[in-house]
C-alpha cells in the first residue's frame, strides 16, 4: 500500500467513527427530548 492508500484508508475509518457518534448522539438526544416531554413511547410512530 503507499501512503496515500494508507492515509485514505485512515480518513475513511476516522469518517466512519464520527458517523458512529453522531448517530449516538442523535439517538440519545431523541431519547432525552422524549423523557423531558414526558411523551408516552406506545403513542410514537416512525414516519
Given at each position: 500500500?503507499?501512503?496515500?492508500?494508507?492515509?485514505?484508508?485512515?480518513?475513511?475509518?476516522?469518517?466512519?467513527?464520527?458517523?458512529?457518534?453522531?448517530?449516538k448522539?442523535?439517538?440519545?438526544?431523541?431519547?432525552?427530548?422524549?423523557?423531558?416531554?414526558?411523551?408516552?413511547?406506545?403513542?410514537?410512530?416512525?414516519?
Open positions: 500500500m503507499t501512503t496515500l492508500e494508507k492515509q485514505q484508508e485512515k480518513l475513511n475509518q476516522l469518517a466512519k467513527k464520527i458517523k458512529f457518534e453522531k448517530e448522539i442523535d439517538k440519545r438526544f431523541g431519547h432525552e427530548i422524549i423523557k423531558r416531554l414526558d411523551l408516552d413511547y406506545t403513542r410514537l410512530t416512525p414516519k
